[in-house]
């Protein structure tokens, strides 16, 4: 099962991309974690993309789409992928496409994660997160047991600078201009679902659950 999550900021891929990957045995791969790793582990692709996310540059399409394929080439997804973060743009749709074919693995599903703006607003300027441990917390759905105060560690939550209201708004636009277009053409291909993503966490849950379970049916794999 070949599984694209798509959404805003705040639309809760992060926390459905759990379920997904423990339910239905495929690996959760998120292009920020596979960057950190392989710069961790020193590799020549950790290198190059280490060379632009210090300068603050945008890693090129082609070096993201290196190091994805390269990830997707290992054992543990055999049996199918969720990719998390990628693509962001048609250009790199279409190259992941041209990768997937030539290694006959066809995207089965993308997964779009739909929430409005107002509440991806909410959600994200309610955002905490402790600079000690790196837990996150939302003063609204998830707060910590002491107001601004790490349940962990006890360490002074902080609000990030990308998750403060003009910053989310700068990065809503940024979101949308990407995003449209890709939605559009996944949904040319006949392989998108949306999913309302406001509804509460077990709901949404359910609801992507519903989609991948007769998605597993039709391609043949046993219904864990």
């Not at 991309?17 to 791969?29: D, R």
């Not at 030539?102 to 309610?126: A, C, F, G, I, W």
């Not at 559009?184 to 379970?213: C, F, N, W």
Request: aromatic share 4%; proline share 6%; charged share 25%.
């Amino acid at each position: 099962m070949n599984i694209i999550l798509l959404g805003a900021p705040g639309s809760g891929k992060g926390t459905q991309a759990k379920p997904i990957s423990m339910g239905y045995g495929i690996p959760h791969i998120s292009t920020g974690d596979i960057f950190r790793a392989e710069i961790n582990n020193g590799s020549d692709l950790g290198i190059r993309v280490q060379q632009f996310v210090s300068s603050g540059h945008l890693v090129p399409d082609d070096l993201v789409l290196e190091v994805i394929a390269k990830r997707l080439g290992m054992t543990d997804c055999r049996e199918g992928f969720l990719l998390d973060g990628f693509p962001r743009t048609v250009a790199q749709a279409e190259a992941l496409d041209s990768v997937l074919v030539n290694t006959h693995r066809p995207l089965d599903k993308v997964l779009y994660m739909s929430l409005s703006e107002q509440e991806v607003l909410r959600r994200l300027s309610s955002r905490r997160s402790c600079p000690k441990c790196g837990k996150v917390y939302n003063l609204v759905t998830q707060p910590p047991k002491t107001l601004d105060v790490c349940d962990t560690d006890g360490g002074a939550l902080v609000q990030r600078e990308d998750d403060r209201p003009e910053t989310v708004e700068k990065r809503m636009r940024v979101f949308n201009d990407l995003t449209e277009p890709l939605i559009s053409y996944y949904h040319g291909l006949g392989l998108l679902d949306t999913i309302e993503a406001g509804l509460p966490v077990a709901d949404v849950t359910q609801k992507i659950k519903v989609v991948l379970d007769v998605l597993q049916r039709t391609d043949g794999t046993p219904k864990k």
